[in-house]
């Protein structure tokens, strides 16, 4: 789950790290005011989670009043590579001479986290982690004992930070890695943290990405993921039902029970021919009410012309799934999409007894089933 | 004639009082899954099925003599029931069922792992089946027959396809072995693979494989180095999109880019393993290599 920047900087600030003074606004006159009293020169920054967001228009520096109100006209309200952009962070716009990269991160490989200090502040570090891996210094940490502060010294010199601003980038890192690990981090970043002609370091962005299965520890997180909570209307209501669920392109609807037959089914309906419109994963155990949901979610997704169920019972029953079926479809009048089922495992001869095939099409294996709902949705689309 | 599970695994179940552990105990003790105890602190003395149930873990492996657990516990505290098996004298196989315990307490537990002999399987995963004799877990057993290959997979359900393409076609299982679909668990691709290498009466392995982090590639080229079992490979996710988590919360592309399907099944090629495009696939390849 991950936070906007404007609620990473709250909790960075409150935990210490300097971050540059700031208002959130909603309208363009609470943008304007916020510009008057920081003083110019400030930044308007979008809060959507979109990489590359100055590239997209998303970031603005302006230097007067004028320009802060053409700004937050031109970004409050804008369709920022898909999302609607109703908030914006207005920050004073800090004067650096360096930018430097600080983050906390799990490395699954080592199954423990790992501290990254780099001179390439200010870019895609994921670019820079391709093209010049060794300008990223890296320093694992053992969960057992937490960072030492030699460690958070030591990524900080090898990286290369100068002398004069070490201590204090070490600083950053130490209450950074502390937010990770009391927080339930799964990656925090700064990026860029920035050094003045001072030598202050101030974080000028914030990223907390918070691990949504330790939500339940993090009450004022979990809050806070609320208000960020974003998403088109079909991903909202997938988590309403609970469904694992992601929206893709295609048209060939797609619900399964367990993660990795459903992604197996989605390659399938790619593998013959078609499009797949979506992963929805029902779990295990699924009654017909749970069925019933599922249905109603793909068919409520408009690009979608035909539907694919596919469920291996182990703790699912396909007495149950059939049952959640027969109920979903029989409100109907007409089917609104083909309906294409295949059942397996417990109790699924029980399963395709029970399922009405005056309402759905009994496909008997996987290869089968997929290639019927293929088929379906050509003929929707021709 | 196995790994990991065979006659002489006898079970202790944490959670054994819950509605999960409940219903999974019987059905264990139904497959012929030799279940001496179950460890619920507060619960001890009680019985479930039948069980007895101990307080502690230690407990149970002390009085009922069990040498593996089976975690049911809810993920709030699965990881503190992990230590706790792992912890006890006696207990040298520890199988997490548990979905969405906190990756940070699995990084302790990992760490934990590091200073013992004792195997963990999982969390969030099916279990262990070594068909005909035990499970460990929540496999349907009907699905599965005895048999000469093994399987290792991080899903379940996937599990449970490909094994259905295989016992169709009179190909048993000599064990099977779903080490989970969570960022970091204890038995990886490698671990269950070296298991398979050393196991006689395995001729052949089965690997499923899913999108997300670099354990595929890995144990491609451990099958590359160290293997004379051959191996055939199915790789799940192919047409995820970067960024998004397929389910299970290790499932997932990386914005930039690895962790891809392509990835893992050039990785698995390039060492000799044939990769299915579909489930039915695999089982023409394991035909072909038996």
């Known amino acids: 789950m991950r936070l906007h920047e404007y609620q990473a900087k709250q909790v960075f600030a409150d935990a210490g790290i300097p971050t540059p003074a700031s208002q959130l606004a909603e309208t363009v006159d609470e943008a304007v005011d916020a510009a008057e009293e920081i003083g110019y020169p400030v930044a308007i920054k979008a809060q959507v989670h979109v990489g590359g967001r100055g590239k997209a228009g998303g970031i603005k520096l302006v230097e007067s009043k004028e320009e802060a109100r053409e700004a937050a006209e031109d970004i409050i309200g804008m369709d920022l590579k898909g999302y609607h952009v109703s908030k914006v962070l207005v920050e004073e716009a800090v004067d650096f001479v360096n930018e430097l990269y600080v983050g906390v991160t799990m490395d699954r490989n080592e199954g423990r986290p790992v501290a990254m200090v780099s001179t390439k502040g200010g870019v895609n570090i994921e670019e820079v ?37 070490a201590n204090d980038v070490a600083s950053v890192l130490t209450t950074l890695y502390q937010l990770w690990d009391d927080r339930d981090g799964a990656d925090t970043e700064i990026n860029p943290l920035m050094i003045t002609a001072d030598n202050e370091v101030i974080a000028a962005d914030a990223v907390m ?54 992604m197996t089914t989605l390659d399938l309906v790619d593998y013959y021919g078609g499009e797949p419109a979506n992963f929805l994963d029902v779990g295990g155990g699924a009654k017909a009410d749970r069925i019933a949901n599922a249905l109603d979610m793909v068919f409520s997704d408009e690009n979608v012309d035909s539907v694919v169920f596919n469920i291996f019972g182990g703790i699912t029953r396909g007495d149950e799934v059939a049952n959640g079926i027969n109920q979903a479809l029989e409100q109907f009048d007409e089917i609104p999409k083909p309906v294409t089922v295949r059942l397996a495992g417990t109790n699924a001869e029980e399963g395709m007894e029970i399922l009405n095939e005056d309402l759905v099409t009994v496909e008997h294996t996987l290869e089968d089933a997929v290639q019927r709902a293929v088929e379906y949705a050509k003929e929707v689309e021709a | 004639m196995s790994v990991l599970v065979d006659e002489d695994t006898r079970v202790v179940v944490q959670g054994i009082t819950g509605g999960e552990g409940k219903f999974h105990t019987e059905q264990m003790l139904e497959y012929g899954t030799n279940v001496v105890a179950g460890a619920v602190p507060g619960k001890g003395g009680q019985e479930v099925a039948g069980v007895p149930v101990f307080d502690t873990v230690q407990g149970a492996a002390r009085e009922a003599d069990a040498n593996a657990a089976v975690v049911f516990v809810p993920p709030a505290f699965a990881a503190d029931a992990c230590f706790e098996a792992l912890d006890a004298k006696g207990i040298d196989l520890v199988v997490a069922i548990t979905e969405g315990i906190p990756t940070q307490d699995m990084s302790r537990v ?24 035990a499970k460990l877990g929540i496999l349907p057993g009907n699905i ?31 064990t099977a072995i779903g080490i989970g679909g969570d960022p970091i668990i204890g038995t990886d691709f490698i671990g269950a693979l070296e298991q398979f290498e050393a196991d006689p009466d395995t001729h052949a392995v089965v690997m499923c494989g899913e999108i997300g982090g670099e354990d595929e590639e890995e144990a491609a080229r451990y099958i590359g180095e160290h293997m004379d079992t051959p191996v055939a490979g199915f790789i799940a996710g192919r047409t995820a999109p970067p960024g998004k988590r397929m389910g299970h919360a290790g499932a997932i592309v990386s914005g930039s880019g690895t962790g891809t399907a392509q990835s893992k099944i050039t990785a698995l090629e390039d060492n000799g393993v044939p990769v299915g495009d579909t489930p039915e696939e695999v089982a023409d390849h394991v035909e072909d290599l038996l």
């Open chain 1, 129 to 165: 982690a391709e093209e010049d891996p060794d300008a990223i210094a890296r320093e694992h940490i053992d969960p057992a004992f937490g960072m030492h502060p030699f460690q958070a010294r030591k990524v900080v010199y090898e990286a290369g930070v100068d002398r004069e601003v």
């Open chain 1, 209 to 262: 990405n918070i691990d949504g299965d330790a939500l339940f520890r993090q009450p004022e997180i979990a809050e806070m993921g609320e208000e960020a909570a974003e998403g088109d209307e079909l991903e909202q209501k997938a988590d309403e039902y609970g469904f694992d669920y992601v929206r893709l392109d295609g048209n060939v609807g797609i619900i399964g029970n367990g993660a990795g037959l459903v």
């Open chain 2, 110 to 133: 990992y760490r934990k792992l590091q200073e013992t002999d004792t195997h963990l399987v999982g969390p969030n995963c099916p279990g262990v089946i070594t068909p005909g004799v």
């Open chain 2, 144 to 174: 599965f027959s005895s048999g000469n290959v093994g399987l290792v997979s991080r899903s379940g359900t996937l599990t449970y396809q490909v094994v259905d393409n295989l016992t169709n076609r009179g190909i048993g299982q000599s």
